[in-house]
């Protein structure tokens, strides 16, 4: 299933509706981008590309191919795996730089959320299922939009379950079919742990979003 957190068209650079009716012009929303570490307003030619992460963000997603196999089950021992601690929610000013204005990130997290959603309901009925190879492609579906908006902690822990469906379903083939319970732990507590991000993200992106406003109001007075 093919990610739908993206869009065709590109906003208009020139003003941005942030608010309640009021309108923002470039420059000053280039002041407030700065402020908050955003180095332009133009926004992304592409939202499907592959974005450059963090090494933070890096290392826990190359963590989920070389540790899978140990198999760890417990939300403390996953989180160590990964180095989830070093990894932000989210990288907010690369998000904004992605979109290039609030109004249009705004209405790209509702299509996120909306796949987001759906990709982590298929996931769950293919763990059920038993299809650990259906499940890593619907992992690495979250993992492509969790990435286009840098949204860095859910694209390291949709990039383990997608590692872990991968190396579950060679498993199965060279076995009787039987999955060890170790196997369904993990992809269970992966899947938990991923749900349980939606409201800490949306926080804090609320909270930059807010920030953000707050000084492009300070710098027109």
């Not at 009021?22 to 332009?40: K, P, W």
């Not at 499940?135 to 860095?152: M, P, T």
Request: aromatic share 6%; net charge negative.
């Amino acid at each position: 299933m093919g990610a739908i957190c993206c869009h065709d068209e590109e906003p208009e650079v020139a003003r941005h509706d942030i608010a309640d009716g009021v309108s923002f012009g470039a420059d000053e929303m280039q002041t407030a981008f700065t402020n908050v570490g955003v180095s332009s307003v133009e926004p992304s030619k592409s939202l499907h590309a592959e974005v450059e992460q963090p090494p933070a963000a890096a290392v826990a997603c190359d963590s989920a191919h070389s540790k899978v196999g140990n198999f760890n089950t417990s939300v403390e021992d996953i989180e160590k795996e990964l180095g989830l601690a070093d990894v932000p929610l989210v990288d907010f000013p690369m998000m904004l730089q992605q979109c290039g204005s609030l109004e249009f990130l705004e209405q790209i997290l509702i299509h996120y959320h909306d796949q987001c959603q759906q990709l982590q309901n298929e996931m769950r009925k293919e763990m059920d299922l038993n299809n650990w190879y259906a499940f890593s492609r619907a992992a690495h579906s979250l993992k492509g939009c969790a990435a286009n908006l840098f949204i860095l902690r859910t694209k390291a822990l949709a990039a383990a379950c997608q590692a872990t469906g991968e190396d579950f379903s060679a498993a199965l083939k060279e076995s009787s079919g039987e999955v060890p319970e170790g196997y369904r732990d993990r992809g269970s507590t992966l899947l938990a742990m991923l749900e349980s991000l939606h409201s800490a993200v949306d926080a804090e992106v609320e909270e930059s979003i807010q920030t953000l406003k707050a000084t492009i109001d300070r710098s027109r007075q």
